[in-house]
């Protein structure tokens, strides 16, 4: 959900009108999920059109190949999900959990996935640190996914995203405005958590 428009911006070293438009629709976006607001969706799609265009120029291609092919098409789809699959369908979804199965299954499936992209990546472009972009794409593309099906599990991988982002990866690049910013991403997702898991009707359902 445009959770990497501050790298872009830092990278061109001038942030613009649009940049900073972006970035306030990737925060809303953010706390309207924390809320379990449906608007989050739209904002999403504000969001990921305005800054789709700029992770080319952040050497971070996993992220540039990721906005318009996967997040973009998400936020139509979890609008839908949020609005449409609910006992009522009208926007009441409750907030459930993954089992044990599909919890091990999906690490399972993230980690095959990050390697074979940080290998294509590593191999075939110049991208900064390939496999761990490559690894925290793949996590956020399984975090949105539990986003529009309001999995609790979506917000422990957003943190494992931001925590990383904020500690290693950014600091690393000397993008230290982008930590900051994904520092505000980590409380949101502590937040996050923590009031889905107040939601929870349910303890446990099967599958995805």
């Known amino acids: 959900m ?3 428009i501050w790298a872009a911006a830092n990278k061109e070293g001038d942030i613009s009108t649009l940049e900073i438009l972006g970035d306030i629709t990737g925060l809303v976006s953010v706390y309207l999920t924390v809320k379990n607001n449906i608007w989050n969706w739209w904002w999403g ?3 990921v059109i305005l800054f ?3 992770f080319i120029n952040s050497r971070l291609y996993s992220d540039a190949l990721l906005q318009l092919a996967y997040f973009l098409p998400m936020q139509f789809y979890g609008w839908w ?3 449409r699959k609910g006992p ?3 926007d009441d979804l409750p907030v459930t959990r993954l089992n044990w199965k599909s919890i091990v299954g999906g690490l399972l499936l993230i980690a095959v996935a990050s390697a074979a ?3 294509l990546m590593s191999r075939h472009t110049n991208a900064a640190q390939p496999f761990l972009d490559a690894t925290l794409a793949v996590v956020s593309v399984a975090a949105q996914y539990l986003d529009a099906r309001k999995k609790l599990e979506s917000w422990y991988l957003w943190i494992v995203v931001d925590a990383v982002s904020v500690f290693y990866l950014y600091p690393r690049q000397h993008l230290y405005a982008t930590a900051g910013v994904y ?3 980590l409380v949101l997702a502590v937040v996050g958590l923590w009031r889905w898991y107040s939601l929870s009707r ?3 359902v099967e599958g995805v």
């Open 88 to 90: 009522r369908r009208d």
């Open 52 to 54: 789709g265009w700029l």
């Open 202 to 204: 349910t303890p446990l």
């Open 45 to 47: 799609v504000a969001n």
């Open 117 to 119: 992209w940080g290998t």
């Open 183 to 185: 520092a505000v991403f």
């Open 2 to 4: 445009g959770r990497k």
């Open 81 to 83: 999900v949020w609005k």
